[in-house]
C-alpha cells in the first residue's frame, strides 16, 4: 500500500514537472512581437516596481520586444524614479528632456504612463506612508515635458494609455488644466479606496486624523467600507452598515465591450480609484459603482457625487487615448510567472475564490485581458511585425 502511494506520489510530481518544462519551452520558442511602447512610472519606493510590474508581466508573457529584439526589463525600461539602496536613502531618477520628445513621439507605438503620484518623504526617508500623510515630495508629478509627449504622440497619432492619479494634487495647476484639456478629461478632485476595516489601526492613520480634525475628534466606524478624500482634504466615510448594500466598489463593463476583451461583466475593485469624466466625445467602457443605499445616495449628493462614474474612459479619433480611472497595475504578481504559456489557465492557484477583495483575482480576471487586447490592438495599428526566433 505504501509503495502504491510512493509511487502514485512520484507519477503525480513527474507530471507536475514536465507540464512545468513544456509551459516554459512553449514560452521560449513562440514568435515574439516587436511593439516599441514608453513607460512613465514615478511611484517607485521599493525595488520591487510593483506600480508597473503587472505591466511588465503582460509585456513578457506575451512575449513583446523592443526595436533591437530584446525583452522588457522591469528594472531599467521605464522612465521615473530609480530606487538604488532605500536603507542608505540613494535613488536615481530618469526624466523627459525637452530633446527627447520628438524622439521619442516619432519612435514609439504606444505610451503607457503608469503612475506620476510619486515618491514622498515618508516613502522613501522613513517608510512610514501608511499611516502619515506627507506634502514633501522627493519625485513626482506629471510635469511639462510629461505634458509635451503627449501632446506630441495624439498629434501623431499613438496609442495613450494612461492611469489613476495622472492629474492629481502632485500636479501644477497649469499642467494639470493643459493635460486635462488636451485629453478631453476633468478630475473631479476625488480619489477613494475601498477598505476591508475601517477600525483604527485597519485605517491609515493619515485618513483618521483627517476626518477627526473635521468631526470633533469622533471616528466611530469600524466594519468594512469605502473611504473618500477630496484634494483640499475633505473626508467623507460610506461604511457598509449606514450607506452601503456592499462594501466592495464593483467595475460594470459595457457587454460589447467585455465581450471583445474578453472581461467580466462585473468584477469587485479593492485599490484606489479617483473621480475623473471624460468630454462628451469619450466613450465611457466601464464604470464604477459603489453599491449605495438610499441614505448612501444622499451623502453623495450633498457633496455633488453620484455612486456611479467612469472607470475606463477612451477616446477613439484618428487616435486612441484610454484612461484607467483606477490603480489597475499595482497588483501582487510575480514575473517569474508570465514565463510559462497557458499559466492562465491555472489562476486559481494564485488567489482565494472566496477572497473578494483580492487585487491578484482582479490582475488574473481583467487586468491581463484588457491590457493583453489594448496591446494586441497597439500592434495591428502600428504594423508591427513577429520574429519566429526566441526573445534573447
Not at 475601517?198 to 486624523?209: A, V, Y
Not at 456592499?246 to 468584477?267: C, H, W, Y
Request: hydrophobic share 35%; net charge neutral.
Amino acid at each position: 500500500m505504501k509503495r502504491a502511494i510512493a509511487r502514485a506520489v512520484v507519477i503525480i510530481l513527474s507530471l507536475v514537472v514536465l507540464t512545468t518544462v513544456v509551459s516554459f519551452l512553449v514560452w521560449l520558442v513562440k514568435p515574439s512581437h516587436t511593439l516599441e511602447i514608453f513607460i512613465l512610472d514615478k511611484t517607485v519606493p521599493t525595488r520591487e516596481r510593483r506600480e508597473h510590474k503587472s505591466l511588465h508581466w503582460v509585456l513578457n508573457h506575451q512575449k513583446y520586444v523592443k526595436n533591437d529584439n530584446s525583452l522588457y526589463r522591469l528594472k531599467e525600461d521605464y522612465y521615473g524614479f530609480f530606487p538604488i539602496d532605500p536603507q542608505q536613502q540613494k535613488f536615481d531618477f530618469r526624466s523627459l528632456s525637452i530633446r527627447d520628445v520628438d524622439a521619442i513621439s516619432d519612435s514609439v507605438d504606444l505610451a503607457y504612463y503608469v503612475d506620476t503620484y510619486g515618491v514622498y518623504y515618508n516613502d522613501w526617508y522613513t517608510g512610514n506612508s501608511p499611516d502619515d500623510a506627507d506634502e514633501q515630495k522627493v519625485y513626482g508629478g506629471l510635469n511639462q515635458n510629461d505634458y509635451l509627449l503627449l501632446k506630441a504622440l495624439k498629434e501623431k497619432r499613438k496609442t495613450i494609455v494612461t492611469e489613476f492619479v495622472l492629474l492629481d494634487k502632485s500636479t501644477s495647476n497649469l499642467v494639470r488644466k493643459k493635460t486635462e484639456e488636451l485629453l478631453n478629461l476633468k478630475w473631479d478632485g476625488w480619489i477613494g479606496k475601498y477598505f476591508p476595516s475601517l477600525s483604527p489601526g485597519q485605517c491609515p492613520r493619515w485618513i483618521t486624523d483627517l476626518y477627526q480634525t473635521q468631526n470633533k475628534g469622533q471616528w466611530t466606524f469600524s466594519g468594512p467600507g469605502i473611504v473618500l478624500i477630496h484634494k483640499y482634504g475633505k473626508v467623507v466615510v460610506l461604511d457598509q452598515d449606514r450607506y452601503l448594500t456592499s462594501p466592495l466598489p464593483l467595475i460594470e463593463t459595457n457587454e460589447d465591450v467585455a465581450s471583445r476583451f474578453g472581461l467580466p461583466g462585473k468584477i469587485n475593485y479593492p485599490n484606489w480609484f479617483d473621480i475623473t469624466r471624460g468630454d462628451s466625445t469619450a466613450q465611457v467602457l466601464a464604470s464604477f459603482n459603489l453599491n449605495t443605499n438610499p441614505k448612501g445616495d444622499s451623502l453623495l449628493k450633498s457633496y455633488h457625487l453620484q455612486s456611479q462614474f467612469p472607470a475606463i474612459i477612451h477616446h477613439n479619433h484618428d487616435y486612441s487615448i484610454y484612461y484607467f480611472a483606477g490603480d489597475f497595475s499595482q497588483n501582487p504578481v510575480h514575473t517569474y510567472t508570465s514565463y510559462f504559456q497557458g499559466i492562465q489557465m491555472l489562476d486559481f492557484l494564485f488567489y482565494d475564490e472566496e477572497q473578494t477583495s483580492s487585487s491578484a483575482q482582479f490582475f488574473w480576471k481583467y487586468y491581463l485581458p484588457l491590457t493583453r487586447q489594448l496591446l494586441e490592438d497597439a500592434r495591428h495599428k502600428s504594423g508591427g511585425s513577429e520574429h519566429a526566433k526566441k526573445a534573447p
